[in-house]
């Protein structure tokens, strides 16, 4: 069963989420948006992982706005406080799972991916986390600073997410990781953009996100 639903930040406040539940005992898994807005792809992923056996909450971080060009979501993104995200809704959608679920973990795509990484770095009660493709400033998120089991997915043509970029990530980890690379472009995960989408590259790095989750949340 598929909702939209309000969970509390730690500072008082509410969020809404997309909810996607796979019914009671299922491990957590908090799912972060691309800078498009909690859009109808990033419900769909959702229902794909509740599907696999993960309950998961997808927040609304641009509170009802999706954008619907390049320039709006760039102009959105900007807009986003990374802070606040990571340590509110990040850390309340945590606290929300943890209510229901012994384990959870946290993955997202594009900006998702960067907090994905902020949130692996700032928030310790997640267990496991996957990016897709998403890097945050490390003056925000120092990557040496993660504890838990991670996963990376990235793209080797991807010019905001850039290989130098994955080397330096994967240089400044200080844990066991798996870090994967495609011969795909920036966002090939996402089938609902024909001009980056890459079915075998997507297909891949779904089955290796599902079973890092399985291992490491149950």
């Not at 005992?25 to 908090?30: A, D, F, I, S």
């Not at 056996?53 to 954008?67: E, I, K, M, N, Q």
């Not at 900007?78 to 384990?103: C, I, P, S």
Request: proline share 6%; charged share 15%.
């Amino acid at each position: 069963m598929s909702q939209m639903i309000e969970f509390q930040r730690p500072d008082g406040g509410s969020s809404r989420a997309y909810l996607a539940d796979a019914g009671p005992g299922t491990p957590g898994l908090v799912l972060i948006q691309e800078w498009w807005g909690l859009n109808p792809h990033i419900c769909e992923v959702a229902d794909r992982f509740a599907a696999a056996g993960f309950s998961t909450l997808a927040p609304d971080l641009y509170r009802g706005r999706v954008a619907s060009s390049a320039d709006e979501a760039n102009h959105l993104m900007t807009g986003l406080d990374f802070g606040d995200a990571t340590h509110q809704d990040l850390a309340g959608a945590l606290a929300w799972l943890q209510a229901r679920a012994t384990k959870v973990g946290v993955t997202g795509f594009c900006m998702g991916g960067a907090l994905t990484v902020a949130a692996a770095v700032h928030l310790p009660g997640y267990a496991a986390a996957s990016c897709f493709y998403g890097i945050p400033p490390a003056a925000f998120a120092d990557p040496a600073k993660i504890a838990m089991p991670f996963q990376g997915h990235f793209a080797d043509r991807d010019d905001w997410c850039t290989p130098a970029a994955v080397d330096a990530l994967q240089a400044a980890l200080t844990v066991p990781a798996e870090l994967y690379r495609y011969p795909a472009d920036h966002a090939f995960f996402n089938d609902k953009r024909p001009e980056v989408y890459d079915a075998a590259c997507a297909k891949l790095a779904w089955e290796r996100t599902l079973a890092f989750f399985h291992k490491h949340l149950g």
